[in-house]
């Protein structure tokens, strides 16, 4: 066969085909924090739908601990009740608890404590022997940020970090504060774990939609010609909620919007949208392509943050006959807080693909609707043909073609275009091109946190952040970090309900560009 009529197709022999058919060895997974919020409504949830589904090994055992003190019987019969509670599009089933339960056990400790690891390794030996876990064992750390280092540093000093298998550490966001909190985290970690076995959790990896990029961009040959500079236009990137703070005002007023969802959640999103194709689908070299991107993010300078970034503060409002308090007025949040519940961002990405594309990426609190979703937004024909007529009869410039991946809750792809209307006149109106998740594949798609602990157990870290991830999307948040800490805001800006702060709509405008309604 010719060079030239060689089937381009070809199965890369490098690549693992039985990916999703592995098999999930035995071990001990320790959550630290077992009482906190995320265990309760992510992470037994996640694992008994993993026991269900046989998704993982029947040798396993959850060691829960915290400081409240509890029996194994006590953390069993919480457990179950969240469990029943959280479960994600799926049945409880009894008789698969009551097995799913004899895995689960509790210690009672202080993570600041050096005792408590003394405890936590006797039950670890313990249950190493009676649900034969083989030695291997996953850390969570889902406690509070502060305590990562002396947790991290105690399992060190205990010998827990080796042991008859594998030992790996998950390690929960906030990873870190800002950066040199972020670079110091990195360094006491690598005291104790080698960077292999560090999983730095970023849930939104783990989203079947967010993957699902890479499927559409990589394993279709139509689009990635477009997809650069030459023929995009800009991208969107939104993630909405219409849920304020939720109780967790006291985190989120030292966090704020930026931190809490763009520096990690959002640049990794932008980071896949935008990446180069990996010569192979394995973690490093998925994670080199992602890190190789958010490097080229331009970095602000401070004199450029007021152009390119807004912050937001909802303030009180009525929403659907229901009065709703403003930030300030939420419970553990002081009266001036200066902290954004809405952060929008310009960021450039100087490569060759991207120069001169603007990503205009945006997260809010209290939007009208919850909503994540990236328009990537294509050039004009360059000459303009023809008229758009409105629904209203009146006509404007055309629209150009708009591709907008959707995450959530309406998880799917369309492609706007343009087509005649009927009637006389050569008149045309978007119309759209469709593909729904739910109705072309019709069964339930795991959650982030199923999809997660299941990578880490197989010891595959494609869809967790590397370290110079991390460190890469702390550089292009900080000098807007910086500039904020200087400012003093006039919050509230925005009402509960609507879509934040006027400023953000100027950064647009100033571009020529507008925000897209979801
Ligand atoms: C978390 C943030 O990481 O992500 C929350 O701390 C936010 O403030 C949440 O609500 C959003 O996640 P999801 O999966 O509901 O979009």
Request: aromatic letters at 10%; proline letters at 15%; charged letters at 10%.
């Given at each position: 066969m010719s060079v030239a009529t060689q089937p381009i197709t070809e199965v890369n022999p490098l690549q693992d085909p039985l990916r999703f058919a592995r098999r999930i060895p035995p071990c001990a997974i320790v959550i630290f924090g077992a009482s906190g919020d995320l265990s309760k409504r992510k992470l037994l949830p996640s694992l008994y739908r993993l026991f269900y589904e046989r998704r993982i090994s029947q040798n396993f055992a959850v060691l829960g601990s915290s400081r409240t003190p509890m029996s194994d019987t006590d953390f069993r019969a919480r457990m179950k009740e969240s469990v029943s509670k959280f479960l994600e599009d799926a049945p409880f089933d009894e008789e698969v608890w009551n097995s799913f339960e004899q895995s689960l056990f509790y210690v009672a400790g202080d993570l600041t404590n050096p005792a408590s690891y003394i405890d936590l390794k006797a039950k670890l030996d313990e249950v190493e022997k009676?649900?034969?876990?083989?030695?291997n064992v996953l850390f969570y750390l889902s406690t509070q940020p502060s305590h990562y280092a002396d947790a991290i540093k105690e399992l060190g000093a205990h010998g827990l970090q080796n042991g008859n298998g594998w030992r790996r550490v998950i390690i929960e966001k906030?990873?870190?504060?800002d950066l040199t909190s972020a670079l110091k985290l990195n360094e006491d970690i690598h005291q104790v774990f080698d960077e292999e076995n560090i999983y730095r959790i970023d849930h939104y990896l783990g989203k079947e939609t967010v993957q699902n990029i890479l499927a559409f961009r990589f394993g279709n040959g139509i689009f990635e010609p477009l997809w650069n500079r030459r023929y995009v236009d800009h991208v969107q990137i939104t993630a909405a909620e219409s849920i304020g703070v939720e109780g967790r005002g006291a985190y989120y007023q030292e966090a704020g919007a930026l931190r809490d969802m763009i520096q990690n959640h959002l640049s990794q999103v932008m980071a896949t949208v935008a990446m180069e194709p990996p010569t192979v689908f394995d973690a490093e070299n998925v994670r080199d392509e992602r890190a190789k991107l958010l490097r080229a993010v331009r970095v602000m300078k401070p004199e450029d943050v007021a152009k390119y970034a807004v912050a937001g503060q909802y303030g009180p409002a009525k929403v659907g006959g229901q009065d709703l308090p403003g930030f300030r007025q939420e419970p553990s949040v002081t009266p001036d807080a200066q902290t954004d519940t809405y952060a929008a961002v310009t960021f450039y990405i100087d490569n060759w693909r991207w120069a001169g594309v603007p990503f205009y990426i945006r997260s809010g609190k209290r939007m009208p609707k919850r909503v994540t979703d990236i328009a990537i937004q294509f050039h004009a024909p360059p000459l303009g043909l023809f008229t758009q007529q409105t629904r209203a009869g009146d006509f404007r410039e055309a629209r150009p073609n708009l591709l907008v991946l959707r995450?959530?809750?309406?998880e799917g792809i369309s492609l706007r275009f343009l087509s005649k209307s009927p009637g006389s006149g050569m008149h045309v109106r978007p119309v759209s091109m469709d593909f729904n998740y739910g109705s072309s594949f019709g069964e339930r798609t795991p959650t982030a946190y199923e999809t997660l602990l299941v990578d880490a157990m197989a010891g595959d870290p494609t869809l967790y952040t590397r370290q110079d991830m991390v460190i890469a999307s702390w550089q292009i948040v900080q000098p807007i970090l910086d500039s904020w800490a200087q400012t003093k805001f006039e919050f509230p800006n925005y009402a509960s309900?609507?879509?934040?702060?006027?400023a953000s709509d100027e950064m647009l405008a100033r571009q020529g560009h507008v925000w897209r309604v979801p």
């Open positions: 009676s649900h034969q876990t083989a030695g906030p990873f870190g504060h995450i959530q809750p309406e309900g609507t879509w934040g702060p006027k």
